[in-house]
């Protein structure tokens, strides 16, 4: 099985930074299979959603919301996954989460097949 730990959250003003890591372990098996992964976010009231995604190959794609703003990273070597967020907005308060994606040939969709880690907490806010 596949355990996802995410880190890095905090409290931040408008326009902040901040860098998230998700470490995730297993067995060979379920880390190779893991492929592509994704940076997932919940805000209160919402829908998890999928904000950012990444091959193990380094191909990415973003959700509008977030372009342009987060950069997400990967290191197979590590065996963890990151996104740096700059210029955050009120908006971005969620608790984000990591786990798997899809790559369907065009774009990286959301297809989280593992248990949910805790998530860490992203609070945008003056």
């Known amino acids: 099985q596949v355990q996802l730990v995410e880190s890095g959250g905090g409290l931040v003003r408008p326009g902040g930074s901040l860098r998230l890591s998700c470490t995730f372990s297993g067995s060979i098996f379920s880390i190779y299979t893991m492929d592509t992964m994704g940076w997932f976010r919940q805000a209160p009231g919402k829908q998890r959603e999928l904000v950012a995604g990444i091959t193990t190959g380094g191909l990415t794609n973003y959700a509008d919301a977030v372009k342009g703003r987060f950069t997400i990273s990967r290191d197979n070597a590590k065996k963890t996954m990151y996104v740096q967020m700059n210029s955050l907005k009120p908006e971005d308060t969620a608790v984000y989460y990591c786990?798997?994606?899809?790559?369907?040939?065009?774009?990286?969709?959301?297809?989280?097949?593992?248990?949910w880690g805790q998530g860490t907490q992203v609070t945008v806010s003056s």
């Open positions: 786990n798997s994606a899809y790559w369907d040939g065009r774009t990286i969709i959301a297809q989280p097949q593992f248990s």
